[in-house]
């Protein structure tokens, strides 16, 4: 798992990688010093971010990414936050100057000191000390959750004016400042556009399952806050869709430009389990997906999904959107045919224009075009990168100046097209061939003995063998994710698949249950009782209505035959 991708992030034309060793990657466009590389030189590939430990202790190993628009975010898994790149407005959270390689962010830093006075107590008398557990960038600002949920914002951000408290306004600052606002919640989730801010919080002080509240502020010149009006707020305010009484539970968030997309679940599993993607705000490049240019201040639902998709994962760029599904479904939408590109890039006739409906992306180099268990996507100002196969393979397209799309060129691509991975560059090259080669069937033997003809067929034969399999292969491992994300809501892990199956040709799954339940947290396990409760419900209600239908079927048959019911 070392150097398979955990985690990705873009910028307006830049990309970060983070690998299961904890390592750090970054391509694409290097003006002001956002690649961390020390220069402000482009890279046409991915290459590893150095950060200099001022402790000596060896390398530092990461757990989180995060981009702007000129800047980069890095999470140390002790809690250190690092950044770089653009810094007029203090996104980096140290001084004024802009910064070609990595630097600690102090006032972090000093959370988790010894002496720190950002400490508490939990019930049992214990002290906690905080420490940054996730990171996002957007825009020209940073935020962070530490881990106790409080969410912290430095940067070019939404605040409440110096003379009223309820004007809005945007102010620089380097410093991180704490959001107030959610104290005695947890917020679990965060996502920012160019000046408005979302985030995903508990209704009560902890987050227990599927009770989260969704809150926006900032501009919302376009209707982003998705509040049903187009005025600024200069604090957070719950959006009444999602609100407590909603029946549609969130999970996912994102912000664009000027736009907002976030994913649902049903509550109740009463019903088939459905998945939804909302979106409001800007819509002129069709960057909502409601089939047309219009921009809307409430939530409305992406028609043009299919509703029996389980929904995994979303971003938006600057003026697109994309989706990605738990059977390797990849749908994108907005500014030129939703690859984010300007108008004129290249497209012509028919291709050109805006995707005003989701556009079902198609994978060349894999059986039946689906990708390969997709595990995330990151949407730049005019490129996406997508992370699929478990982490070790990647694609992007869109626009490719400055090598944004990582494949040793600057050449633009309209479809999604293989990413050169620095840790096994020679052998994509060589699967991507090998796919291909797999497609073509021979049809007319060489000419020569009998034994080469024969040999032909043979490997004709076991071509179209390997490639039935290949397909069946897929096909069980779309099934086995449906089932996971159906049941845990989030895409499987094959680290967290049960050891027996390795090491042994019996499953035992009521053991392995139980090692589940006991390894669960508490979220997962009120998930697992939303899922069975709902699956109880709905099959004692389906024995009801059969016998229902029983019973009226014996009653009419009785009727029939002259019979007292």
Sequence with gaps: ????????????????????????????????????????????????????????????????????????????????????GYNIYGQLGHGEENSSVPKVIEQFKEL?????????????????????????????????????????????????????????????????????????????????????????????????????????????NHGQLGLGDKEARARPQSISTFGEDSPWAIYEISCGAFHTAILTHKKSYDQEIESRCWTFGLGENGQLGHGNTMSTSLPEPVNGLPRETILISLDCGLFHTLVLSASGDVWSWGMEKGLGLCPGAG?????????????????????????????????????????????????????????????????????PAPLMWPSSEAGLKKEVQNQRNYEI???????????????????????????????????????????????????LDQRNLPQSLYDSEVFDIKRELENVMEAADTEELARLQMFYEGMLAAVKDKLLKRRIKEFVKEHILSLSLGRQP
Excluded at 16 to 28: I, M, P, R, Y
Excluded at 170 to 185: A, C, I, R, T
Excluded at 362 to 377: D, I, M, N, R
Excluded at 459 to 482: F, G, I, P, Q, W
Aim: aromatic share 8%; net charge negative; charged share 20%.
């Design 112 to 220: 988790g000191a010894t002496n720190s006075l950002s400490r508490e107590q939990n019930a049992g008398g214990q002290t906690t000390f905080l420490k940054v557990s996730s990171i996002k960038a957007g825009g020209m600002m940073s935020l962070a959750i530490d881990n106790l949920g409080a969410l912290w914002i430095w940067g070019n951000s939404p605040q409440p004016g110096s003379t009223d408290e309820e004007v809005f306004s945007l102010v620089s600052s380097s410093s991180p400042l704490p959001v107030w606002d959610f104290h005695g919640h947890t917020v679990v989730k965060v996502a920012c556009g160019n000046e408005h801010v979302v985030a995903a919080v508990s209704v009560g002080e902890n987050f227990s399952g599927a009770d989260l509240m969704c809150y926006a502020w900032g501009n919302n």
């Design 441 to 491: 069937k021979p049809s007319i033997h060489r000419s020569g003995s009998s034994s080469e003809s024969a040999t032909d067929r043979k490997l004709s034969d076991a071509m179209e063998e390997l490639s039935l399999l290949r397909e069946k292969h897929a096909l069980m491992e779309r099934y086995a994710t449906v089932l996971h994300v159906s049941i845990f809501r989030k895409s």
């Design 1 to 84: 798992m070392s150097k398979k991708v955990v985690s990705i992030a873009a910028g307006e034309a830049h990309t970060l990688a983070l690998t299961g060793d904890g390592s750090v990657f970054s391509w694409g466009r290097g003006t002001f010093g956002r690649l961390g590389t020390g220069n402000d030189t482009d890279e046409l590939s991915p290459v590893r971010v150095s950060f200099a430990r001022s402790d000596g202790k060896g390398e530092a190993k990461f757990v989180g990414v995060a981009a702007g628009a000129y800047h980069s975010l890095a999470l140390q898994d002790d809690g250190s936050v690092w950044s770089w």
């Design 347 to 415: 497209l012509a006739g028919d291709d050109a224009g805006d995707a005003l409906f989701p556009v079902k992306l198609h994978c060349s180099e894999a059986p039946g075009g689906l990708f390969p268990l997709p595990v995330q996507v990151a949407c730049g100002a005019a490129h996406t990168v997508l992370v699929a196969g478990d982490g070790d393979k990647l694609w992007a397209w869109g626009r490719g100046r400055s090598g944004v799309l990582g494949r040793g060129h600057t050449a633009d691509s309209f479809v």
